[in-house]
C-alpha cells in the first residue's frame, strides 16, 4: 500500500520537471549554494522555483510535498526524536530523567555519510522499479536519488566529501530520508539497550544513553565497541572526542538531567529535567545588565553574544543605532522567555521538574515579559523620532552648491561651517547677519531659499 501510494505520488510531482530524456537531472552546481557554519557544510537550492509545482491547483515546493507523504506513510523508531512535528528537543531527554549513569555518543558527518548506496536499500521497498515515465527508462528509484542527492563538486571546500554524492545538509528532505535510513540501526541498537536496560533516544546525530545506579554498563568500552559496530553497517562512525560521560547530572545543548539521592526536606529521590544552569545565569545575567546596571543594549549585545555589526552604510542618526540594537535585544528577551515557557508546558505533561524551579522560572518569565513591555515602548517612541528626522536626513544629502546662491554668499556661508541645507535649516538672521558682508536684506534671501527648499522634504 505505501510502496503503491508513493510511487504515484512522485510520479505526478515529477512529471513538470523531468528533461527531454524523459529522466529527473541531475542538481547542477550552478543550482545550488555551498556554505559552511562552524565547521559544517550546507547545501540550498538557489531557484526554488525549479523544484516548484502545481500539485491540487496550488504551487507547492516537491520537497515539501515528499517530506509530507514521507512522514504520513513511514514509520519512524520511536527512539529517533528529531526532525518530528509532534516531538522537541525536549522528547531527546525526557525518557532519561529518572536514570543515574548517561552517556553521549555522537556520530561523525552524520548527513554526509548517508551514501547514495544506503538511500537505494531502504528506499527500494517504497517505489516500484518501473520507469518514471512510459517514454523513458529512469526508475522511479533513481530519479528519486537523483532529487534528493548532490554530488559535491570536486573544486568544493568540503574537502571530505568531494566528489561524493551524498545526502546535503541543507536539503528540506534530508532531516526526514536520514531518519528513515537510520530506523533499522535505531531498531538494533534499542535491542541491544533493551537487553542491558538501557534507556536510548537519538536526535540526529547525538545518540544518548541513560541508566539505574546499579548498572554501569553502558560507561564501559564494550558498550561502545558494540555500538559502533551497528551503526558501521552503513558507513558511519563515531566522533570519539565528543563523547560525555556522566554520573546523576548530564548537561547538554543548555539543558540539564539531574539524580539526587535525597531532596533536604523530604528526604525523597529527586529526578529532575531542567535547564542547565549555565544557561540560567546567562539569562539572569543579561537581565542583571538591562535592570540594574542599565547597559546600552549594544553593549549587552557585544559583552554577552559576541554580538558584532559591519554596517555597510551607517545610519545617519543615533536613534536608528539604537532601535536597531533595542530590537535585538529584545529578539533575545523574547527567545529566552519563550525557552522557559516551552520547558514549563512540557513539565505540564512530563512532570520532569520541581516545583521550586518551576517558581524560579515563573519569576524569570514575569521579569522578561516586564524587560520586553519597556523594550517595546522605547522602540515605539525611537520609531516616531525617525519619522520625524527623516526630511533631515534627506536634507543632509543636498550640498550647499545646489541652492542656488551666489559663488560669493556661498563661499562665505562654507566659511563659517555650512554644507548642507540641513546646516541651514532654522538658522536666524541674526547669525547670518553676524557673518561679514552679509546684512539684513541678504540675510532676509538666504533664509527665503532654506525654507523654501525644506518645505520640499517635509511635504515629500
Known amino acids: 500500500m505505501i510502496k503503491k501510494e508513493l510511487s504515484n505520488v512522485f510520479r505526478t510531482l515529477v512529471k513538470n520537471i523531468i528533461d527531454s530524456k524523459y529522466e529527473v537531472p541531475y542538481i547542477q552546481c550552478s543550482d545550488i549554494k555551498e556554505f559552511k557554519i562552524g565547521k559544517s557544510y550546507f547545501y540550498s537550492i538557489k531557484n526554488k522555483q525549479k523544484f516548484s509545482i502545481k500539485y491540487n491547483k496550488k504551487t507547492f515546493c516537491i ?36 536514570n543515574y549513569h548517561f552517556i553521549r555518543l555522537d556520530i561523525c558527518s552524520f548527513f554526509h555519510s548517508i551514501t547514495e548506496k544506503d538511500i537505494k536499500n531502504v528506499f527500494e521497498k517504497y517505489f516500484y522499479n518501473e520507469p518514471i515515465h512510459e517514454k523513458g527508462t529512469q526508475s522511479l528509484l533513481d530519479a528519486f536519488i537523483e532529487l534528493v542527492t548532490y554530488k559535491i563538486p570536486k573544486n568544493s571546500s568540503n574537502e571530505k566529501f568531494r566528489d561524493k554524492r551524498v545526502l546535503p545538509m541543507g536539503f528540506k528532505t534530508s532531516p526526514v530520508i536520514s531518519n528513515i535510513i537510520f530506523r533499522q540501526l535505531d531498531i538494533q ?99 542583571h545588565m538591562i535592570d540594574k546596571e542599565k547597559k546600552p543594549p549594544n553593549i549587552i549585545l557585544k559583552t554577552m553574544f559576541q554580538y558584532k555589526v559591519n554596517w555597510k552604510f551607517k545610519p545617519l542618526d543615533k536613534e536608528t543605532f539604537q532601535k536597531y540594537y533595542l530590537e535585538q535585544l529584545l529578539y533575545k528577551v523574547l527567545g529566552y522567555r519563550s525557552y522557559l515557557l516551552s520547558i514549563i508546558q512540557f513539565n505540564k505533561k512530563y512532570h520532569c521538574m520541581q516545583q521550586e524551579t518551576i517558581k524560579k522560572y515563573l519569576g524569570i518569565i514575569d521579569t522578561l515579559e516586564d524587560i520586553s513591555d519597556n523594550f517595546q515602548k522605547q522602540i515605539a517612541n525611537l520609531e516616531k523620532i525617525i519619522e520625524r528626522n527623516k526630511p533631515f536626513h534627506k536634507m543632509t544629502k543636498v550640498k550647499i552648491e545646489k541652492l542656488g546662491f551666489t559663488k560669493g554668499i556661498e563661499n562665505k556661508l562654507k566659511e563659517e561651517g555650512y554644507k548642507t541645507l540641513k546646516d541651514l535649516y532654522g538658522i536666524k538672521k541674526e547669525k547670518l547677519m553676524g557673518i561679514k558682508y552679509i546684512g539684513e536684506k541678504t540675510a532676509q534671501n538666504i533664509i527665503k531659499i532654506i525654507q523654501d527648499e525644506s518645505l520640499i522634504y517635509f511635504n515629500a
Do not use: W
Open 63 to 98: 520537497y515539501d510535498i515528499l517530506n509530507y507523504y514521507f512522514s504520513k506513510l513511514i514509520p519512524l523508531n520511536n527512539a529517533s526524536t528529531a526532525f518530528r512535528k509532534e516531538l522537541s528537543y525536549l522528547h531527546f531527554f525526557e525518557p532519561h530523567k529518572e
Open 189 to 287: 541498537i534499542q535491542k541491544l539497550c533493551l537487553d542491558k536496560g538501557v534507556i536510548y533516544t537519538r536526535y540526529a546525530d547525538d545518540m544518548l544513553f541513560s541508566s539505574s545506579k546499579h548498572l554501569t554498563y553502558i560507561h564501559s568500552d564494550d558498550f561502545i565497541k558494540e555500538i559502533r559496530i551497528i551503526i558501521s553497517q552503513m558507513n558511519f562512525k563515531l566522533n570519539e572526542h565528543k563523547t560525555i560521560k556522566a554520573k546523576h547530572t548530564l548537561s547538554l545543548n543548555g539543558y540539564t538531567i539531574q539524580y539526587s539521592d535525597f531532596h533536604s526536606n523530604t528526604k525523597e529521590i529527586i529526578h529532575e529535567l531542567r535547564l542547565s544552569n549555565k544557561r540560567t545565569n546567562l539569562i539572569k545575567k543579561m537581565i
